[in-house]
């Protein structure tokens, strides 16, 4: 048999997929533009932060050994969070000072406002009186350079750019950065049978669920550049798409039409396009007609029609594409866990059950049909049952993929 044709391991489809995948090209964005990628290159600081001594909250600036020495300050003025007034303080006297501003020269103490008095009383001439005990050299006041040093490596390549991490590179000055993009996508529904929501259900037809249910696993990725197109199941039609689609996106997905029937022509389109086809049927239920192709860097799944087999597929193999083409790490995690209850299947296919983890045991769901989403919709995992089992045990440890998506 043609190994093109021969079904293969699902080990052997995910190698096969993992040799053919790599990082898209490095680009450079604005910051602001840059939320939910992977730094490409390390980030260094360009300057200390802060740039000053700063106060890190509302009170009085002063030299510690100065009260020490005085016990009482005269209040000299006063620095508000952004002055730029260069300012020298003696050591017998005080600055009023707010959060955020810069400690003046000669202070290097500030006591908050809360454990000060004015003292009022006639020729103190409003003197400033310190009631803190436990008052120490340095107390609420953030060094220079605290947060980073000039030079210092902010952020190592490969980082998320999370929304703390695009504050931090904010905060140091930097304007933009070197990151893996996303991946763009194209999705081709196929089919004669399937109608969009909201219009009239004629007899012979479905709803088509699928492009709903992998647009929203993309967003949840921080996909967003998605094309979403319809063909007829029409050899013409299905080369015209495919041909549009490659020409425009990294990843091309086609749902339904990659089995061996009348009207199946994703074999044939992805041939008549140039894709160089890797495997066709993997052993696995569901999602056995699973398809992969490559031209030059484009990829091409051919996804069965079937909703739970295309969601499964999805997680299962494209996921990892997509993971290593913007080099994020691993988003569905594998653990080990032991099953609530006894689960028999024949050999020769690896199963993935639609399943719930409760943090201690895994539990297969009913309806495990390809064309049934229900249980799906309350899956919170799939339980892999590999291909030579035939009959699992209750308390049997089985590995498990948590869609914590």
């Known amino acids: 048999m043609n190994k093109l044709h021969k079904m293969i391991s699902v080990a052997e489809a995910k190698k096969i997929i993992d040799q053919n995948v790599s990082a898209l090209q490095l680009i450079t964005l604005p910051l602001q533009q840059s939320a939910g990628l992977i730094l490409a290159e390390n980030v260094y600081a360009e300057l200390d932060i802060p740039a000053f001594p700063q106060s890190s909250m509302d009170g009085y600036a002063f030299s510690f050994d100065g009260w020490k020495q005085y016990k009482k300050l005269k209040i000299a003025g006063e620095v508000a969070a952004g002055s730029n007034e260069i300012f020298i303080l003696s050591p017998e006297n005080t600055v009023r000072i707010f959060t955020g501003a810069a400690v003046p020269s000669g202070a290097d103490t500030v006591i908050m406002q809360e454990k000060v008095k004015i003292d009022s009383s006639p020729g103190s001439e409003g003197e400033l009186i310190i009631e803190d005990d436990t008052l120490q050299l340095g107390n609420s006041v953030r060094p220079k350079g605290s947060e980073i040093k000039a030079g210092a490596l902010a952020l190592e390549k490969e980082n998320l750019l999370s929304p703390a991490a695009m504050g931090f590179l904010a905060g140091i000055g930097v304007t933009e950065v070197k990151v893996y993009p996303n991946p763009s996508l194209s999705i081709i529904i196929t089919g004669n049978e399937l109608q969009q929501p909201g219009k009239p259900l004629h007899y012979g037809q479905v709803y088509e669920s699928n492009s709903f249910a992998l647009k929203a696993v993309l967003q949840q990725l921080h996909i967003d550049n998605v094309q979403i197109d319809y063909a007829s199941d029409k050899l013409e039609i299905v080369i015209d798409t495919l041909e549009k689609a490659l020409a425009q ?157």
């Open 249 to 405: 996106s990294d990843v091309v997905l086609l749902t339904g039409g990659i089995s061996v029937g009348d009207y199946d022509f994703v074999l044939q389109s992805g041939t008549q396009c140039g894709v160089e086809q890797l495997f066709h049927k993997v052993k696995q239920r569901p999602g056995k007609p699973l398809y992969f192709g490559k031209k030059q860097n484009k990829l091409v799944f051919g996804l069965p029609g079937n909703p739970s087999s295309v969601l499964t597929c999805f997680y299962q193999y494209v996921i990892p594409a997509l993971e290593k083409l913007s080099k994020r790490k691993p988003l569905i995690e594998i653990i080990q866990a032991p099953l609530s209850k006894s689960f028999q299947k024949a050999a020769g296919l690896t199963h993935f059950l639609k399943g719930s983890y409760d943090g201690k045991t895994a539990s297969p769901l009913e309806a495990q049909e390809s064309y049934r989403l229900s249980s799906f919709a309350r899956a919170n995992c799939l339980i892999q049952i590999n291909e030579e089992v035939t009959d699992c045990k209750q308390g049997d440890i089985v590995d498990v993929h948590l869609l914590r998506l």
